[in-house]
């Protein structure tokens, strides 16, 4: 990517103090830098410690600017460093993936991993602008694409207009905007996450819990807390699909919807490497997820159709197992 591309989007916020966090992978220099190895492992209160201490001994002031460059592990530590030093300065996010330019570097959920779990602290708080330039896809490798790809399908399960349009893995690159213009439209309407924000959470009870036991799999000791696993699109992926199930037993969706999603998974995603032995573990998961508002309550957004998402809806662990034999069984 030429870095006069960059600075050319950036150009009406550029201030007097800017200081860049960048993914090392994309061999850009950009002074001051602070550069960051991408990983699971990283996204940590170390780092965010090291980013601290670096800006107080360039004695950054609240007028600084910080430019997030990367895919969501940089935006969220970036944007999470950013939000806390000196109580809050301006963030710019600039998403390197397709993940992050469709959804981690907007809406303004920051955050690191703490105590073996993913995002456990953080704050929500906007950048003053997310900037896409599509010409980062060119570099990305395949499973990243496809993992970003999830989050697109999950999102236009949201928008009727969108769902019609048709989505192509091969031409994503001409359709981020319209994406993202759902995502924003949606958190514009409520930022915290009381109410309709918590629609973008369609397929992230079931996913997360596919994530959580993947990364619970890949644990050698507990010394050695990898939290590498599923990449959080493809759990998403088949969370739609499980979660679409119980939208068609509980609330009528049209069961072609259904088919069409689960037909995107096998073609794009491939199956879940869990199964009916994981049913248990998986539920535990799922009781635990951050999203459940009563204790023994399993919280799930699920559709009515597209574009009618029902939030706050439940469902019974019998239930919950019919769903979990669908997605296993395809
Ligand atoms: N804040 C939110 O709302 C939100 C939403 C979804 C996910 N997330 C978080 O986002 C993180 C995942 O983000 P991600 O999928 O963007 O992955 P990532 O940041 O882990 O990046 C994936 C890999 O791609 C490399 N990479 C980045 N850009 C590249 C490019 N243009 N070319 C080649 N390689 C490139 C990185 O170095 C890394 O190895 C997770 O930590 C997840 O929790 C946050």
């Given at each position: 990517m030429d870095i006069s591309a960059i600075l050319h989007k950036l150009s009406p916020y550029l201030r007097e103090e800017v200081y860049y966090i960048v993914d090392d992978a994309l061999g850009i220099d950009l002074q001051p830098q602070f550069a960051i190895h991408a990983t699971e492992e990283n996204k940590s209160l170390q780092t965010v410690t090291r980013i601290w201490d670096w800006l107080f001994s360039l004695h950054a002031t609240r007028c600084a600017l910080i430019v997030c460059i990367g895919g969501g592990v940089v935006t969220d530590l970036g944007g999470f460093a950013a939000s806390t030093y000196r109580r809050g300065v301006d963030y710019i996010n600039v998403p390197t993936t397709l993940l992050s330019m469709v959804d981690a570097a907007t809406g303004g959920k920051t955050g690191i991993n703490y105590g073996g779990l993913k995002n456990a602290i953080g704050v929500i708080r906007q950048p003053l602008d997310t900037i896409i330039l599509p010409?980062?896809?060119?570099?990305?490798p395949s499973e990243q694409l496809i993992s970003g790809f999830g989050e697109v399908i999950k999102t236009a399960l949201l928008d009727k207009d969108l769902w019609k349009q048709g989505l192509g893995i091969e031409e994503i690159g001409l359709r981020i905007e319209d994406v993202l213009a759902v995502k924003r439209r949606i958190v514009e309407q409520d930022p915290t996450e009381q109410d309709i924000r918590k629609a973008l959470n369609l397929g992230h009870t079931v996913g997360h819990a596919v994530e959580g036991l993947s990364i619970h799999q890949t644990q050698t000791s507990p010394l050695q807390r990898?939290?590498?696993?599923?990449l959080h699109g493809y759990a998403v992926m088949y969370g739609l699909v499980a979660e679409l199930y119980l939208s068609v037993v509980?609330?009528?969706?049209?069961?072609e919807i259904l088919r069409q999603v689960s037909h995107l998974m096998v073609t794009h995603?491939?199956?879940?490497?869990?199964?009916?032995?994981d049913y248990d573990e998986l539920i535990a998961l799922m009781q635990d997820d951050?999203?459940?508002?009563?204790?023994?309550q399993i919280n799930f957004t699920l559709?009515?159709?597209?574009?009618e998402p029902v939030i706050n809806c439940t469902a019974t662990e019998a239930e919950i197992k019919e769903a979990l034999d669908y997605l296993f069984t395809l």
């Open positions: 010409d980062w896809l060119d570099t990305l990898g939290l590498g696993g599923v509980k609330l009528g969706l049209d069961r995603f491939g199956r879940p490497n869990c199964g009916c032995s951050k999203k459940n508002e009563q204790v023994g559709l009515k159709a597209v574009g």
